[in-house]
């Protein structure tokens, strides 16, 4: 696996950057993320003034708006230690476009330094934690989504399924068109809700293919859009953020 950047020795503290969708509808994968960062050492640190990133409003082609947002998060990480964020998407926004979204301004030099040192969560783990992991779950089949974001703007297609590799009992089964978008994208699933609708409909009739009874994925706008499908279509497969997951089968 080649590494999308340098990374870092593992450090002593670590920012964590919990992601609105975490504070509101998953918090209990964010305190994993957090636990599997602390089972390593690492001192987590979590801004108690956090909100946004910025990125539903960037995406949606509000720059002055994003700018507001996503300058009142530049403050809260001073000291120069990695920002770990549980979320490709958010942690796209942050290390791609804070320094698009700022550049030209008093704030350019921050909001470079500030996404220089951003790492989605699985990306850490795997690249600066060199995380180990024994399994202590039962057998079982799961197929992973990786969202667009964390696959295309931050190239980290394989840092979640090589954490599951690593479990012993589980059998990682992968997805037909597996690349494909569930169709969340954020403001797109209420924008366009009948082409987002056709694509978790693609997306969840893959996974089910694969005989999973279970799915994990690293971004929860995904876990809810597709595991939202499941309950509506009334099957009998589940989701689960990468982090419940690990810290589950590990602990």
């Not at 950057?17 to 509808?25: A, M, Q």
């Not at 796209?92 to 476009?97: A, E, L, V, Y």
């Amino acid at each position: 696996m080649t590494p999308v950047k340098l990374y870092p020795p593992k450090p002593e503290k670590a920012y964590f950057f919990g992601t609105c969708l975490v504070d509101l509808f998953y918090p209990e994968a964010g305190l994993d993320g957090i636990r599997l960062l602390e089972r390593e050492g690492i001192e987590v640190l979590f801004p108690q003034d956090q909100t946004c990133c910025g990125q539903p409003a960037y995406t949606s082609g509000y720059q002055n708006e994003a700018r507001a947002v996503a300058a009142a998060q530049l403050d809260l990480f001073p000291e120069p230690w990695p920002i770990v964020v549980p979320s490709g998407s958010c942690g796209g926004m942050m290390r791609t476009h804070y320094p698009q979204l700022f550049a030209g301004t008093d704030l350019e030099k921050q909001a470079n330094e500030v996404a220089g040192r951003v790492y989605e969560l699985t990306e850490f783990l795997v690249h600066v934690c060199h995380l180990r992991l024994e399994d202590c779950g039962t057998s079982e089949k799961v197929a992973m989504h990786t969202s667009c974001s964390a696959r295309r703007e931050m190239g980290l297609a394989e840092t979640g399924p090589a954490l599951l590799a690593q479990l012993g009992e589980v059998e990682l089964v992968e997805q037909a068109r597996a690349a494909e978008c569930c169709g969340f994208g954020g403001t797109f699933a209420v924008r366009h809700p009948e082409v987002s609708a056709a694509m978790v409909e693609d997306k969840t009739q893959a996974i089910e293919e694969t005989g999973a009874k279970r799915f994990v994925t690293s971004d929860c706008g995904c876990l809810m859009n597709i595991g939202g499908r499941f309950e509506q279509q009334k099957k009998a497969v589940t989701g689960e953020h990468i982090a419940s997951y690990l810290w589950r089968r590990t602990s």
